[in-house]
């Protein structure tokens, strides 16, 4: 069956911390990988990854893929209270049908 | 970037009633779309892809005739709950496929 995972389920840091997340997969097919950042109202579309080792930077925040090992981190420098939020990723298996993560919980206090 | 509008953005109704949502893709014509379901703290979860033309797959443990899905044009599917009860009250989120899928801003519905 194919599975995305994502850890950790949540995290708290202090506003300028440097975090790390992390989303594995296991799927039978593989496009693409996503990554979104969710506030209060629906996803917003952060990075689309598809080639191994090639790093996607905006601002603060980048990601890299390795399709060998199976897995993608989404980093974010110098976080900001602004940065809380849930960011998902997902992973298109050549559908458009994504499969989702269960998501990490960030929380950047003051 | 490709825009997808929901509305309505926040409807309560009271249990027995049907509420439809409306999803539309604003400067992009979809051949398919997807609606989904979130729980609070969760993940989106599936419930069906929506296929210009043609019937609504489901995701398995959705009820279809529950979750009425129709994509009449290119740019407009519509989620009709039918017979709303309390436990259905949720965030709906639609997105429409370009290259990749553009989610709409959600539907938080809430059933007394």
């Known amino acids: 069956e194919d599975k995305v995972v994502q850890s950790p389920l949540s995290l708290v840091v202090h506003e300028g911390d440097t975090v790390t997340l992390n989303c594995s997969y296991e799927?039978?097919?593989?496009?693409?990988l996503l990554w979104y950042k969710q506030e209060k109202k629906a996803p917003t579309f952060l990075f689309m990854l598809t080639s191994s080792g090639i790093e996607k930077k905006s601002g603060r925040l980048s990601s890299i893929l390795d399709k060998k090992e199976l897995f993608s981190i989404l980093n974010i420098t110098a976080t900001q209270t602004g940065d809380s939020a849930i960011y998902l990723c997902a992973v298109d298996p050549g559908t458009y049908k994504y499969i989702f993560g269960t998501g990490t919980r960030l929380k950047v206090l003051a | 970037g490709a825009v997808v509008s929901q509305h309505p953005s926040r409807v309560i109704c009271k249990s027995g009633t049907s509420v439809k949502i409306e999803c539309r893709s604003l400067?992009?014509?979809?051949?398919?779309m997807f609606w989904y379901r979130q729980f609070p703290k969760q993940s989106l979860m599936l419930m069906a892809t929506s296929n210009e033309g043609s019937k609504a797959t489901y995701e398995q443990g959705v009820e279809k005739d529950k979750f009425l899905i129709n994509h009449a044009s290119l740019t407009l599917s519509t989620l009709t709950v039918t017979s709303a009860h309390p436990e259905d009250s949720s965030f709906y989120i639609c997105?429409?496929?370009?290259?990749?899928?553009?989610f709409g801003p959600g539907t938080r519905l809430l059933v007394l």
């Open positions: 400067d992009f014509q979809a051949t398919t």
């Open positions: 997105s429409a496929v370009q290259e990749t899928q553009y």
């Open positions: 799927v039978t097919n593989f496009r693409s």
